[in-house]
């Protein structure tokens, strides 16, 4: 069937292979996620000089660290001298530099080359020039970003003008003070799913009524099938009934005080292309990032934020953390259904979106447009 012949109610998905070819995948960590900018890790994970996290974005291992100065830095994770990789740890601590466990050159936090063995001996070899292959940082809402391109384009037009899209302004993100909360919780999933189905899904509500009871509890209107993000600035209100935003509808936790009386009891979802999904309700913020590591691979990292004193006195957030863990293995659980089926001969030529899913339609011509875009 191509487009030409569907109804108008419906349009068509990508087809089967843009979710499970290698090539397409390459493609994408060139030109997506090594091309924009990419979000790695929460602020707090590097509060100390010295403190690092390794992670790959596109088919890079990117080292990131907080220097003696207090700024974050971004490096590639390949040791200059015949390329092992540096640092081979997800997290850890380092006292003054990174050493490379091949050789031993070695690395301050800014990245130079401090010491080599023998390097005495051989004054004509730059210490700056054989440093660690730096790449651009921003730190935003507690979360350090980073972009690989030689020339990042716009944090403020990419990552803040998505949130704008979808909210209206930015001001209504910032009264979260999301860079002043603390983790309560972290869990990471190991989704066997390519990573636009998992943006697909976040992106749509029609799935909402058959896999998410819990959600649907809370937030009647999703029953419905609109998603949040149908609309600009629109949040999905708590039900009549609902207390807060948690697995059985009961009391949350103390509400983040510079949230506006228009925005309390509702939820509000946020897509930050290429990776980053956040989640704003009065009492706290959830914020997913997607590792996407293969085709049929993607691990999500997904943080629940609350005000600082709710998770220093230890306030039980476990209700709270509930509702939404069990919305992310529903989500998640659908993915996975869906990703065989993506290589089979009933898809080759895609699926269809009826019309409460139209908007993903936009998605499919964003990652198509990015895709023929000439690397640069
Ligand atoms: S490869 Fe790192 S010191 Fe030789
Ligand atoms: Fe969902």
């Known amino acids: ?142 979360y350090v970003w980073v972009c690989l391109a030689e020339e990042a384009p716009s944090f403020e037009d990419e990552v803040m003008g998505a949130v704008v899209e979808r909210l209206g302004d930015v001001e209504s993100i910032e009264r979260y003070g999301v860079g002043e909360l603390r983790v309560g919780r972290r869990i990471t999933y190991d989704v066997k799913a390519n990573w636009k189905l998992i943006v697909e899904n976040f992106m749509e509500c029609y799935h909402c009524a ?80 997607m590792y996407p590591m293969a085709a049929d691979r993607t691990v999500v990292e997904c943080d629940w934020l609350y005000l600082p004193h709710v998770v220093e006195g230890g306030t039980d957030v476990e209700r709270s953390v509930e509702l939404f863990h069990r919305v992310n293995q529903q989500d998640f659980e659908a993915c996975e259904r869906t990703q065989p089926a993506m290589s089979s001969r009933a898809y080759a030529r895609g699926g269809v979106l009826v019309p409460s899913e139209h908007h993903i339609g936009a998605f499919h011509d964003w990652v198509g447009e990015r895709l023929r875009r000439p690397a640069g």
Request: hydrophobic share 35%.
């Open 1 to 142: 069937m191509t487009s030409t012949s569907l109804p108008p109610s419906l349009i068509p998905t990508l087809p089967g292979e843009y979710y499970t070819d290698p090539e397409v995948f390459a493609l994408e960590q060139e030109r997506i996620f090594e091309a924009m900018w990419f979000c790695v890790a929460r602020a707090s994970e590097l509060a100390r000089p010295g403190q690092f996290r390794t992670c790959q974005v596109g088919g890079e291992s990117v080292l990131v660290a907080r220097s003696r100065d207090g700024g974050v830095r971004a490096f590639l994770n390949i040791c200059r001298h015949r390329g092992a990789r540096l640092c081979t740890q997800e997290s850890g601590e380092v006292r003054r530099a990174f050493q490379c466990p091949y050789h031993a050159w070695t690395y301050g936090l800014d990245g130079k080359l401090v010491a080599a063995p023998n390097l005495t001996s051989m004054p004509d070899v730059d210490r700056g020039e054989y440093g660690l292959v730096g790449v651009h940082v921003r730190e935003w809402l507690g």
């Open 210 to 289: 058959t896999i998410h009871p819990e959600l649907t509890e809370v937030l009647p209107e999703f029953a419905d099938g609109y998603a949040a993000q149908y609309y600009v600035g629109h949040g999905a209100q708590f039900g009549e009934r609902v207390r807060g935003f948690t697995v059985d509808g009961s009391e949350g936790v103390d509400r983040i005080p510079g949230v506006a009386e228009e925005q309390d009891r509702r939820y509000y979802a946020i897509t930050i292309r290429p990776q980053v999904f956040v989640n704003l309700v009065p009492d706290h913020v959830i914020f997913h990032r």
